[in-house]
């Protein structure tokens, strides 16, 4: 997820029991591609991903298109010049309800929940007592009196089973919380011309609706819908959560503007590298901790001075003594790097 101001990594090392990343490697095919896409789980726009041609791979437990007609390397551009739809609905979303939802938060994540003001979010991490990244999540305090959740697909029954453990426990000591998980579509509309897309279905300003924010409103005639100005392009984009009912009214809706395309997995990959933003599993996962990881502007100030967060004594203390290890970012010329390849240095010896 990771979508803003994080670095490329060198490694990126696919998680335990998924298939490769957003159009890295290779995808099984024929009749053993045939037998998973019966166990796998569909979007609500399945249907409209196929019927224009989307090439549907299985990625983390659910079928999802690589790319559509036009190829991974034209629907790249396209989005960078113009404006793109994503179907990002195998995400989890969450609601965080009750009085006591700010310090359940803050008892699993590094970030200062605390500190949002109302429509606002962060990214932040949820970490172990290890001090490693167990996944990145986009927290938002609502206008409505709960925290919306976004956590990544691959993570989603972990993340889910740690926040109902946590939730149990403040319950049983008189704690007021209580877990929703939404079984809304998330689209997600990526590009230049997002706004100017966007506007002409909206009666809000959108101009008002600064990174990171986020508000509940009708969408191209598509009531209770949560647009929050986020992506993972690198571009200026929105991710819009839909009831699912309506998700495929709206993409059809927008996707007969012209300069919308279809977006994929390939492109949502390529695009997220080029922008430098980390995916989690490739680039971080739980052997890798903040300082590691150089996300240590996750962190608030008083969250750093009070420790107490998962890891913390861990995470703190890197900060303090320097990491053993750092996640960096490399830019090239001529072909490609492949997942695994052999960093060299310039004289051909490989790179310690």
């Known amino acids: 997820m990771l979508r803003a101001g994080c670095r490329a990594a060198l490694s990126r090392r696919p998680p335990q029991g998924s298939a490769p990343r957003r159009g890295a490697g290779e995808h099984r095919s024929g009749a053993a591609e045939a037998a998973a896409g019966e166990s796998l789980k569909r979007t609500p726009l399945d249907a409209l991903h196929r019927s224009r041609g989307g090439r549907m791979v299985p990625f983390a437990g659910w079928?999802?298109?690589?790319?559509?007609?036009?190829?991974?390397?034209?629907?790249?551009?396209?989005?960078?010049?113009?404006?793109?739809?994503?179907?990002?609905?195998?995400?989890?979303?969450?609601?965080?309800?009750?009085?006591d939802r700010i310090r359940f938060m803050e008892s699993l994540v590094v970030g200062d929940i605390a500190e949002l003001k109302p429509g606002q979010g962060t990214l932040t991490l949820l970490t172990n007592e290890r001090g490693g990244i167990v996944d990145d999540l986009i927290i938002t305090n609502t206008l409505e009196d709960h925290l919306y959740v976004v956590s990544n697909a691959g993570c989603a029954d972990k993340d889910l089973a740690i926040m109902r453990g946590r939730a149990a426990e403040l319950q049983a000591t008189g704690g007021d919380i209580h877990l929703e998980v939404l079984d809304n579509a998330l689209l997600a509309l990526q590009g230049p011309s997002m706004a100017r897309v966007l506007q002409a279905g909206l009666s809000d300003d959108l101009g008002k609706l600064s990174f990171m924010n986020s508000i509940t409103t009708t969408v191209f005639g598509v009531p209770s819908c949560r647009v929050t100005r986020c992506g993972y392009t690198g571009e200026d984009g929105v991710e819009i959560s839909v009831p699912t009912g309506r998700a495929v009214e709206l993409a059809e809706q927008l996707l007969g503007v012209p300069e919308v395309w279809p977006a994929g997995l390939a492109a949502r990959d390529s695009l997220r590298l080029e922008a430098g933003l980390c995916l989690y599993g490739n680039d971080i996962d739980e052997t890798t901790t903040p300082a590691e990881a150089g996300l240590m502007w996750t962190l608030g100030k008083r969250r750093r001075a009070a420790m107490d967060f998962p890891g913390a004594a861990v995470i703190m203390a890197q900060v303090k003594e320097k990491p053993k290890r750092k996640r960096v970012g490399l830019t090239s010329v001529g072909p490609p790097i492949r997942p695994h390849m052999a960093i060299l240095d310039p004289e051909g010896t490989p790179a310690q």
Do not use: A, I, K, N
């Open 63 to 99: 079928s999802l298109p690589l790319h559509y007609g036009q190829g991974h390397l034209q629907s790249h551009l396209h989005t960078r010049r113009r404006c793109s739809l994503f179907d990002v609905s195998h995400m989890l979303q969450t609601r965080v309800y009750g009085r």
